[in-house]
């Protein structure tokens, strides 16, 4: 069986930036051990598997999966999707349906492209547990009940000095440790730790920055604002509140198209 599959780095204007994603547009859904098998195979942080959706409620359905299991929503590869159906179809805009994060929008935009991803709202809070695996003290903790956690610091060098316990961490679940700071030539700067959903530094985050969109623009009392993860690879967002809504901008590149074979 050949599948068609494109490699894509997500928020990136060049190659080997950004965050890698795996697109492969489907005739059906294969079973989902085959799925997973195929995310494993990938070995990015997410691989995207899209359909065309018959409900009438989106063009594509969509998952995601990472090498150790399928996740409730990705929004780098939910724009990497957006960037190959785009190009590949044409038109302005393409939608998707999810399992658990509703009907998700990509269109063209002066950035590249711009993502509507559901905002995640969070509450303060306390976890001395992961400040422990941290290794440094936030002034803030604030977090949703779906294990997004945002860990505010006072600057960006303490953001970028964290050499958290990784597999301690992990043990806690598949929570996102979303630590964040003022960027000094951006606004926001964040790095995003995943070791329970088999993704310990995450390269830039769309889910995170939908709960960092409306954290940011409270604090920020403005709509719109910059932001950057100082990832290991590096990328850049525009990030804007409308709404229920986090609009997410930045380009991407397509680094490899081609053929999966799978046995039949």
């Given at each position: 069986?050949?599948?068609p ?7 990136a204007?060049r190659?080997f930036a950004?965050?890698q994603a ?6 059906e ?5 085959v799925?997973?098998?195929i995310g494993e195979e990938n070995?990015?942080a997410?691989t995207?598997f ?18 150790a299991c399928?996740i409730r ?9 957006g960037h190959v159906?785009l190009g590949r ?8 349906r999810?399992?658990?994060?509703g009907?998700l ?6 950035a590249?492209?711009?993502l509507a991803l559901?905002?995640?709202p969070?509450e303060?809070?306390?976890?001395p ?7 440094a ?7 949703n009940?779906d ?14 000095a964290?050499?958290?316990d990784?597999?301690g961490?992990g043990a806690?679940g598949?929570d996102?440790?979303i ?5 000094r030539?951006?606004?926001v700067?964040s790095?995003?730790?995943v070791p329970g959903?088999?993704?310990d530094?995450?390269?830039?985050t769309g889910?995170a920055?939908a709960?960092?969109?409306p954290?940011?623009a409270a604090?920020l009392g403005?709509e719109?604002?910059t ?6 690879r590096?990328?850049?967002l525009?990030?804007?509140?409308e709404g229920d ?5 930045g380009p991407?590149v397509?680094v490899?198209?081609g053929t999966?074979?799978?046995?039949e």
């Amino acid at each position: 069986m050949k599948l068609p599959y494109w490699h894509v780095d997500a928020f990136a204007d060049r190659p080997f930036a950004g965050n890698q994603a795996a697109v492969m547009p489907l005739g059906e859904w294969l079973p989902d051990d085959v799925l997973q098998a195929i995310g494993e195979e990938n070995n990015f942080a997410e691989t995207a598997f899209v359909v065309p959706d018959e409900t009438g409620a989106a063009d594509w359905e969509l998952r995601w999966f990472t090498p150790a299991c399928e996740i409730r929503l990705c929004g780098h590869a939910t724009l990497a999707s957006g960037h190959v159906l785009l190009g590949r179809d044409g038109g302005e805009r393409v939608t998707f349906r999810t399992r658990k994060a509703g009907v998700l929008e990509v269109r063209r935009s002066e950035a590249g492209y711009e993502l509507a991803l559901p905002a995640i709202p969070t509450e303060r809070s306390d976890r001395p547990e992961a400040v422990t695996l941290l290794g440094a003290q936030p002034l803030e903790i604030w977090r949703n009940p779906d294990r997004y956690g945002i860990y505010l610091f006072g600057s960006e060098d303490e953001v970028r000095a964290l050499a958290p316990d990784l597999r301690g961490l992990g043990a806690l679940g598949d929570d996102q440790f979303i630590c964040t700071a003022p960027g000094r030539d951006v606004d926001v700067v964040s790095r995003v730790f995943v070791p329970g959903g088999g993704v310990d530094e995450d390269s830039v985050t769309g889910s995170a920055h939908a709960a960092l969109t409306p954290f940011w623009a409270a604090r920020l009392g403005r709509e719109s604002f910059t932001a950057h993860q100082a990832s290991r690879r590096g990328g850049d967002l525009t990030c804007r509140f409308e709404g229920d809504r986090a609009w997410l901008g930045g380009p991407c590149v397509t680094v490899v198209e081609g053929t999966f074979y799978l046995p039949e």
